[in-house]
T-cell receptor, first 120, second 114 residues
Framework: GAVVSQHPSWVICKSGTSVKIECRSLDFQATTMFWYRQFPKQSLMLMATSNEGSKATYEQGVEKDKFLINHASLTLSTLTVTSAHPEDSSFYIC????????????????FGPGTRLTVL | AQTVTQSQPEMSVQEAETVTLSCTYDTSESDYYLFWYKQPPSRQMILVIRQEAYKQQNATENRFSVNFQKAAKSFSLKISDSQLGDAAMYFCAYRSNTGNQFYFGTGTSLTVIP
């Protein structure tokens, strides 16, 4: 199956600093990237959707200036949490999408292993 | 927007027994996909099974099978011969055929009792 990597897998930072999370699709091209946030024992909450070379579309309530998403290539997307605060502590998951083909164009969806962010 | 409901926050099953996890969804679309994902303590999302709405036959993957009732908008997951490694959070998810966005349920935490 397809391989998706996220780096770092966990990070601890001080309040006010910025943290960049990288998501790479190692053996396929991701036409669309989804970024999710997951609090303990809760479901995945979609933060934003991005297509390669385009600006990300953010879900309602997600601050686009705080969560900067860059999808510069078909194999790399980054999420930067700017001026992080303790309430930003969460588990962040990227989910790239691979376009399918014949006979039915099914877009396979994959998930990265996640990044645990702790803001002190 | 589509909604996915999992009414069982927690379930438990004896090892080697069978358990069924429930999922209902709401949509006005006729063509879509339904999924069950497993999230073990490692937090990695693992695809368990996928069902295409246009297919009447229920999907099966080894010990995992679904009961897809399109008219009732129900999509339950049956795990047979439960194993300790099946213990995890299970999420039901919906995806339209015209878009890529997933809609997740709130999850069911499955405990397997030795």
């Amino acid at each position: 199956g397809a391989v998706v990597s996220q780096h770092p897998s966990w990070v601890i930072c001080k309040s006010g600093t910025s943290v960049k999370i990288e998501c790479r699709s190692l053996d396929f091209q991701a036409t669309t990237m989804f970024w999710y946030r997951q609090f303990p024992k809760q479901s995945l909450m979609l933060m934003a959707t991005s297509n390669e070379g385009s600006k990300a579309t953010y879900e309602q309530g997600v601050e686009k200036d705080k969560f900067l998403i860059n999808h510069a290539s078909l194999t790399l997307s980054t999420l930067t949490v700017t001026s992080a605060h303790p309430e930003d502590s969460s588990f962040y998951i990227c989910s790239p999408n691979q376009r399918g083909g014949y006979p039915r164009s099914y877009n396979e969806q994959f998930f990265g292993p996640g990044t645990r962010l702790t803001v002190l | 927007a589509q909604t996915v409901t999992q009414s069982q926050p927690e379930m438990s099953v004896q090892e080697a027994e069978t358990v069924t996890l429930s999922c209902t969804y709401d949509t006005s679309e006729s063509d879509y996909y339904l999924f069950w994902y497993k999230q073990p303590p490692s937090r990695q999302m693992i695809l368990v099974i996928r069902q295409e709405a246009y297919k009447q036959q229920n999907a099966t993957e080894n010990r995992f099978s679904v009961n897809f009732q399109k008219a009732a908008k129900s999509f339950s997951l049956k795990i047979s011969d439960s194993q300790l490694g099946d213990a995890a959070m299970y999420f039901c998810a919906y995806r339209s055929n015209t878009g890529n966005q997933f809609y997740f349920g709130t999850g069911t935490s499955l405990t397997v009792i030795p």
